[in-house]
């Protein structure tokens, strides 16, 4: 069974970066895609980006483009996010999730990473 | 990318069926059979209960169904169970990349 698991909580000032980790097991990546969303307190789910781990073509959101850099390193079955100049709104709880089916989305998901941006 | 558009809220009685709406345009739900949902119980990460307009992932109960009219999909929950309340997101594929709904409260009353 695939397991996603995520780094721990976290927790930055105004204009720091983050670093968030997903490290999957029991079948890793499987040359499909890894997508991050983010869910900010009480909201709904918004989608940060998709990284392909068969060739490392990347996609992002364009509201963080800019900001939000992808990376995945097959040979340690992890991926990253990194979240530049952040501001007190990327206050959420950060997801990693892994392809099951090209094209239909998110299917295995990380356990998420609460990051708390305040001064 | 704008959110897609779903009811904030959506109850019913067990038993009962209940359908959660997702509107977006014809560059997402309305140009790609790659719609998804989501079911989100608190405090815990979101699961996938349909892909690809209306298929169920293995292991996902029949009482959930789905479909799609134009630029809208639709979630169906027959004979509502206690444990269906939970938070419903749907997702799109988009050329840009996908695109989530604004998500939808169910509750059982």
């Known amino acids: 069974q695939v397991q996603l698991v995520q780094s721990a909580t976290d927790a930055k000032k105004p204009g720091a970066s983050v670093n968030v980790s997903c490290k999957a097991s029991?079948?890793?990546?499987?040359?499909?895609?890894v997508t991050w969303v983010r869910q900010a307190p009480g909201q709904g789910l918004e989608w940060m980006g998709w990284?392909?781990?068969?060739?490392?073509?990347?996609k992002y959101a364009q509201n963080l483009q800019g900001r939000v850099t992808l990376t995945i390193d097959t040979s340690t079955s992890t991926a990253y996010m990194e979240l530049k100049s952040l501001r007190t709104d990327d206050t959420a709880i950060y997801y990693c999730?892994?392809?099951?089916?090209?094209?239909?989305?998110?299917?295995?998901w990380g356990q998420g990473t609460l990051v708390t941006v305040s001064s | 990318q704008s959110a897609l558009t779903q009811p904030a809220s959506v109850s019913g009685s067990p038993g009962q069926s209940i359908t959660i709406s997702c509107t977006g345009t014809?560059?997402?739900?309305?140009?790609?059979?790659?719609v998804s949902w989501y079911q989100q119980h608190p405090g815990e990460a979101p699961k996938m209960i349909i892909y690809?307009?209306?298929t169920r992932p293995s292991g996902v109960s029949d009482r959930f169904s789905a479909s799609k009219s134009g630029n809208t999909a639709s979630l169906t929950i027959s004979g509502l169970q206690a444990e269906d309340e939970a938070q419903y997101h749907c997702?799109?594929?988009?050329?840009?990349?996908?695109?989530f709904g604004t998500g939808t409260m169910v509750t059982v009353l």
């Open positions: 999730a892994r392809d099951q089916w090209a094209g239909a989305g998110p299917f295995y």
């Open positions: 029991g079948g890793g990546f499987a040359n499909l895609g």
């Open positions: 990284i392909s781990s068969y060739n490392g073509d990347r």
């Open positions: 014809s560059t997402d739900v309305g140009g790609y059979d790659y």
């Open positions: 690809e307009v209306s």
């Open positions: 997702s799109s594929y988009t050329p840009r990349g996908r695109v």
